[in-house]
């Protein structure tokens, strides 16, 4: 069972448009929440996160969005830039140190 | 620089051969991880170190996988009898209790 789900397994946008990433959880005891960004023959790095106290978290053009009530959380890229054609995991933390759950990934590309 | 070196970088091997992937951090995180990815898939959780002590283990590892951190600095991941579906990515990631983690590279097994 899927406890981290993107269901989006693609999404195009055009260079300078704000493109969305959506995610949903299903497990309530996780508090943390992150996202990772994987270019090819390259391993997952980790790009923002938010804490489950906490609605909005903003890193220069990525902004983070937590919902906890309806258990879903969004990453904004504004604006998009070609370089960020990646693959973006959500990825998301219990308490007691429960380890990292990842979601299956949205592949983003951003078109010049 | 991930901060992470994997070695071997791809391996290719027969069914019911043993493999061995060694990951060598360069920071000094107390944490290891080791997750494993697939095609399509996001990272799934193996294993995680504290120092050398194993903390916990997924049930995905079953009793032919086995990890090992000797003195809590490099880290070896051993297959026995592998099996086709043990094709995949396996990552080693230093990191923290916050769920940041520094994923290395990778090393790809192929099963034959």
């Known amino acids: 069972d899927q406890q981290v789900k993107q269901n989006s397994p693609s999404l195009s946008v055009q260079e300078g448009r704000i493109s969305i990433l959506n995610c949903d959880y299903t497990?309530?005891?996780?508090?943390?929440f992150l996202w990772y960004k994987k270019y090819p023959a390259e391993g997952p790095t980790f790009l923002i996160s938010i804490s489950s106290i906490k609605d909005k978290n903003e890193d220069g053009r990525f902004t983070v969005f937590l919902n906890k009530s309806a258990k879903h959380l969004s990453l904004h890229i504004v604006p998009s830039q070609p370089g960020d054609s990646a693959v973006y995991f959500c990825?998301?933390?219990?308490?007691?140190?429960?380890?990292?759950?990842f979601g299956k990934g949205t592949r983003l590309s951003v078109i010049a | 620089d991930t901060g992470v070196s994997q070695d071997p970088r791809h391996k290719i091997t027969k069914r019911g051969q043993n493999v061995t992937f060694r990951c060598d951090p360069i920071?000094?995180?107390?944490?290891l991880y080791w997750y494993r990815q697939t095609l399509g898939q996001g990272p799934e959780f193996l294993t995680y170190f504290q120092n050398e002590a194993q903390l916990e283990k997924s049930r995905l590892l079953s009793d032919r996988f086995s990890a090992e951190r000797p003195k809590g600095s490099f880290s070896t991941l051993e297959i026995q009898r592998t099996e086709q579906g043990d094709s995949a990515m396996y990552l080693c990631a230093p990191g923290t209790n916050t769920g940041e983690l520094f994923f290395g590279e990778g090393s790809r097994l192929t099963v034959l």
């Open positions: 990825a998301a933390l219990g308490w007691q140190n429960t380890p990292l759950v």
């Open positions: 497990n309530s005891m996780f508090d943390y």
């Open positions: 920071s000094e995180h107390n944490r």
